[in-house]
């Protein structure tokens, strides 16, 4: 079955339109690449399944584990298994990241009614995790993101992604900012979740990220809908020939 | 003699009533009673401060004080039995209690034996009836005696509590007055002085609490010496009753090289005013000014601080932070002063404040007045909701919407609530927060 199934989602901000009827079904253990140039709705369908306020679905449905996600506020999505490893990670001054981490987790857990962690339990689970990931634990000690650089930021995001153990995750050019050797330990995070009970969605404008995370599937999307579907080798042709005649084909 | 008379109202009657009733009666020599006569001739002249007095301009007691509650009685037995749990709010904390039941010392309730070397406690009502020599020294001295809510405090001043820190003693322990109010709905006006002599160590912590109902009103002012090389840290508690009405103030000297802190938490009363005047007499000393305000409801309360920076290479942070929700209003007047001699003087304020709704109003007036020329000092002042990119973040994994809030709110009063050294305060005062949050959703 399914775990996610797009149809004919139109969704914009403001009024304005910017998902045109894409569809989309990703199954359980698949990897999907979503390609796309600047301005096609990458980061506008990231966070319309993550629920961000302002970004309205107008028609379309979005099953999640055919559930309708859109009657789940943005915390009951990510307790059903949805993540989403932003694009620009937020920093948050004042609120540790153990607390921060810890609070997330037991209230994912708390909500599909699994005990929550002890404090032994989940400092043991976090440290085990920070150190597959090389997190230093003095990063685990600061606020929130706060004074970690790009590169930190976004490992960061994989260690909560590695410890909340979603069965959907939503990367959202995740791969902007990286040089080569941080996109690597981001992409082996990655790629040791990899597994039949979790599906990936990595969103990126380049192909560079998918030599490290090698997907099942490659879309391409334009002017907010799928116009191609391929295999891994639609990447490597995508990034010798461009985007332009997929921009035309949508705007014909 | 044309001059204009206003029309006084209720309040102002009743506290001239007040005073005419029982200054026979009051505590404390002639020259007590003649600096009780001169206070309360400022407020017979001024009245209740109003709107269009500057440094009421937010909080217009005469507005807001519809009458003039009766003097308190003496605690009787039942109430002293009543207030046997108060000061709670500190938690575990280990302190020394001085306790205060409707503006009276209740020495069966507090810890006054076994006194470190060093420390001496007392009672107000005691050193004036016994004409403690530190009081014609120190009282009145250091408060400013042109402001009308320390006027009033000075001439119906009942109780309070004097204490001394001797010359070089440290204090492990923390004292604590702790002030219970609220029996029946009276007025308690209380007074304390504290001298930190040269090289002495403690920390002192008010606390005010009382019944939701009663609709009591309270007058506190401390005076404080602190001496050069002393280390003092202060920490305000204002938890009253939701009906009451609370005036405190803070009036300091504060000698050369020495640490000052103070910190007041406010979240109870109908209606607050807290005022800090405080003067940078000594060079080279480092002060921290901070405090944490929750409020709901129609609360107000108001933070008045003038900080006076009169000697060389002083530095201060002040550092006040507001949660403002459903109609409250918060407001922070902050002025700091630099003389002409203050050189070297290095003064940071910020304020802000976190509207949690749509009819709360924050209110933020910092002042710099600079004499010398080479300082350093700034302000900076912030009134915002809170930041849904933020809140998403959390939401996103798997916070819900109240606990995402809160853990925002907690960390944006942590800032503040950091300065103070003391952990266990600070822990205590994090679980106030926590209750006030707890009891919002």
Request: glycine residues 10%; contains cysteine; proline residues 3%.
């Amino acid at each position: 079955m399914a775990l996610l199934e797009i149809k004919n989602l139109h969704a914009g901000i403001e009024g304005k339109e910017i998902l045109r009827g894409l569809d989309l079904t990703v199954n359980g253990g698949e990897v999907h690449a979503i390609m796309g140039p600047n301005g096609s709705g990458k980061s506008t369908l990231a966070y319309v399944l993550a629920g961000k306020d302002g970004y309205q679905p107008t028609s379309g449905e979005v099953l999640f584990d055919g559930k309708n996600i859109f009657a789940m506020e943005p915390e009951e999505r990510a307790a059903a298994g949805l993540f989403l490893a932003f694009q620009y990670p937020i920093e948050i001054p004042g609120v540790a990241t153990m607390t921060f981490l810890r609070t997330a987790l037991n209230a994912q857990k708390k909500k599909r009614g699994e005990a929550e962690l002890s404090t032994p339990e989940f400092l043991k689970t976090v440290r085990a995790v920070a150190k597959d990931l090389s997190i230093d634990q003095e990063m685990l000690r600061r606020a929130v993101n706060v004074g970690f650089s790009g590169g930190e930021k976004k490992r960061n995001e994989i260690l909560q992604m590695a410890l909340l153990a979603p069965r959907l995750a939503v990367l959202d050019e995740t791969d902007s900012g990286l040089d080569i050797d941080a996109l690597k330990i981001v992409a082996d995070g990655v790629n040791r979740l990899r597994g039949p009970g979790r599906s990936f969605l990595v969103i990126t404008h380049y192909q560079r990220l998918l030599n490290y995370i090698v997907p099942d599937v490659v879309h391409v999307l334009s002017k907010g809908r799928i116009v191609k579907t391929g295999g891994k080798e639609l990447a490597l042709e995508l990034e010798a020939r461009g985007y332009a005649e997929y921009q035309e084909e949508a705007a014909a | 003699m044309a001059e204009l008379k206003i029309i006084k109202t209720a309040a102002e009657t009743g506290l001239a009533q007040e005073f005419a009733q029982a200054r026979a009666r009051l505590a404390g020599g002639p020259a007590i009673a003649q600096q009780r006569t001169a206070a309360f001739d400022v407020f017979a002249k001024e009245g209740l401060p109003h709107r269009r007095v500057e440094d009421w301009k937010y909080t217009d007691l005469r507005a807001l004080m519809r009458e003039a509650k009766p003097l308190a009685a003496p605690p009787d037995a039942a109430s002293k039995a009543r207030a046997k749990n108060a000061g709670a709010v500190l938690g575990d904390v280990e302190t020394r209690r001085l306790v205060f039941v409707d503006g009276s010392f209740v020495p069966e309730l507090s810890d006054i034996a076994a006194l470190e070397k060093g420390l001496t406690v007392g009672s107000l009502s005691h050193a004036l009836t016994n004409n403690d020599p530190a009081l014609s020294v120190h009282l009145g001295k250091l408060a400013p005696v042109s402001d009308v809510a320390v006027a009033l405090n000075t001439a119906l001043m009942g109780d309070g509590a004097v204490i001394r820190v001797a010359a070089g003693a440290t204090i492990e322990r923390p004292l604590h007055l702790v002030f219970v109010s609220g029996e029946k709905p009276a007025a308690s006006f209380m007074r304390s002085l504290v001298v930190v002599e040269k090289g002495a160590r403690v920390m002192l912590i008010e606390s005010h609490e009382g019944p939701a109902a009663t609709g009591y009103q309270v007058n506190a002012a401390l005076e404080m010496v602190v001496g050069d090389a002393a280390h003092v840290d202060h920490v305000k508690i204002i938890g009253d009753g939701a009906d009451a009405l609370h005036v405190s103030t803070l009036a300091a000297a504060i000698g050369a090289k020495a640490r000052f802190n103070t910190f007041t938490f406010t979240s109870g009363g109908a209606v607050v005013r807290n005022q800090l005047f405080l003067n940078f007499d000594g060079e080279d000393t480092v002060a921290g000014i901070r405090g944490a305000t929750l409020l709901k409801g129609k609360q107000h309360a108001d933070t008045t601080l003038v900080a006076n920076h009169i000697a060389r290479g002083c530095q201060s942070r002040e550092v006040f932070k507001s949660v403002l929700d459903d109609e409250a209003h918060g407001v922070f007047q902050g002025r700091i002063i630099v003389k002409r001699g203050a050189q070297q003087t290095d003064a940071k304020m910020m304020t802000r404040s976190l509207l949690l709704s749509d009819r709360a109003e924050a209110d933020n007036k910092p002042e710099l007045e600079i004499f010398a020329d080479d300082v350093q000092c700034g302000h900076g002042a912030t009134v915002g909701a809170i930041d849904p990119e933020l809140k998403f973040y959390l939401m996103a994994r798997g916070i819900p919407a109240a606990e995402a809030e809160a853990l925002l709110i907690q960390a944006f009063l942590g800032e503040a609530v950091e300065g103070i050294e003391h952990a266990g305060v600070r822990e205590a005062l994090m679980d106030q927060v926590a209750a006030w949050l707890k009891a919002r959703t």
